[in-house]
């Protein structure tokens, strides 16, 4: 192979492949490690790559495996992808190939097996290879760009900023290596690769905590004591300025949020207002969020209509299942009063679900397996409240914890019945505290979106009107 150079110049030539490893840290203790195949001739470029993560939930083993298959033409533009997911034995898988400017993709998952299209402009690239299309094209210091991404795990599209730094030397098994350091961003998401002229990653940062180095083979896949569930909980952890007593009491709070990039960041709805907005000395924003706890009501049966994407199913919310939808007949009968139905699906997720940090994946995986942290809850109660005709959205954000003493990151859904009205099946809070802070909405995009908040969020409050309920 042909040793590129970082201004430009052929990456591979005639065929051939490579292989590189990299053990992956989270301050620095290992957690896992990644695999990367290169393989390359005049026909096109297949990367077969493999992230593994050793995590544990006291004695249960929660280690997530992403195996993933992409192939680019000669002229590195995408032409499909094969993604396998799995965690604690659960499996989503996702096929997509390029026609045109759309990319068609199958998802798989328990009970869900499901053809999908979004549009795929011209230039855009996918996550697990965007650095080859780079290296193809020439780096050189200080250059900088934004790049339309697609995430495979998500499906979805964001922007890509990137930055090259700077020249620098690194070490690898004993040796100088030339690199280019390169920050990028997307999603709140902050990285530095710092990138041999071959191609191949020697060292990836993150503002978060990870951090990967190039590793052989027989390295890269030592690994000792699994990292557990209690460190990451830790690390996303937000301690606010004082500790709050009867936090599932509260009916109101004063919170003030910062630094984040934007304000529109924090969603406003019938639960939380933004008070205030300060640009702060760095560019960055403080923002002061009222958050207060509904009334409780009687049903309204449902008034209006919201958007039909409320009551869809999906690879995490199978609300079309026959099991999901002979669960919900059981539980709503012939009531009419779509409230009343709400609360009694959110009481028996809650009762009939054991509070575990376990990450059963999707709707049917809990229902089956009747464990799960707050994800499992939130997406069943999803399923189960769909399949009953109740529109049903899932909201992302924070919830105080009296036993970590701070903020955890926290997911529960919300019904449309005449308004929006939030529920917590984790808690059984048929109306949520105000110690519910919303951060984003949605099944996939949610989570991702999270990461501007994650690592970085500081949060003091101002406390009003704890009341005894």
Known sequence: MAQPLFEGGPLFQGSGEREDWMGTYFQGQKMGF???????????????????????????????????????????????????????????????????????????????????????????????????????????????????????????LVDLEYEV?????????????????????????????????????????????????????????????????????????????????????????????????????????????????????????????????????????GLGKPDAKYLEDSAEVQARHPMIRALARELAADSSDVWQVSKDINRWVYHNLAKELVDTVTALDALHERRGECQSHTYLFTALARAAGIPTRIVNGLVYSKEYEGFLYHAWPEVYVGEWRALDPTFGQDVVDATHIKLTEGTQEGPFRLMEFVGKLKITTTRRGVSVQ
Not at 177 to 196: N, P, R
Not at 271 to 278: A, F, P
């Open 34 to 156: 990644t695999r990367v195949q290169t393989s390359w001739s005049p026909e096109g470029i297949e990367v077969d790559s493999t992230v593994f993560f050793q995590i544990r939930s006291k004695s249960m083993d929660q280690s997530t495996t992403i195996n993933q298959k992409t192939w680019l033409g000669p002229d590195f533009k995408l032409r499909g992808f094969s993604l396998l997911q799995e965690i604690t034995g659960h499996r989503q898988q996702v096929e997509g190939q390029v026609e045109g400017n759309r990319l068609v993709y199958q998802i798989k998952s328990r009970g869900f097996d499901r053809e999908k299209t979004i549009e795929f402009p011209p230039g855009t690239l996918p996550s697990s290879t965007f650095l080859l299309n780079l290296m193809a094209d020439g780096l050189k210091v200080g250059q900088k760009g934004i790049l339309p991404l697609f995430l495979e795990p998500f499906q979805m």
């Open 165 to 301: 730094l700077r020249r620098e030397n690194l070490q690898y098994a004993g040796e100088p290596v030339e690199t280019l350091a390169i920050k990028q961003k997307f999603g709140g998401i902050e990285t530095t690769l710092w990138v041999a002229g071959d191609g191949s990653v020697i060292k990836e940062t993150t503002n978060q905590g990870f951090e990967s180095f190039k590793e052989s083979a027989e390295v890269a896949q030592r690994l000792d004591e699994p990292l557990m569930i209690s460190s990451i909980i830790t690390m996303s952890l937000v301690k606010p300025d004082r500790q709050i007593d009867r936090s599932d009491r509260v009916r109101e709070i004063i919170f003030h949020l910062q630094p984040l990039r934007s304000p529109k960041f924090v969603p406003e709805d019938q639960r939380q207002k933004i008070l205030k907005t300060e640009q702060l000395p760095n560019g960055l924003y403080r923002v002061t969020l009222q958050v207060k706890t509904e009334a409780e009501w009687s049903s309204l049966s």
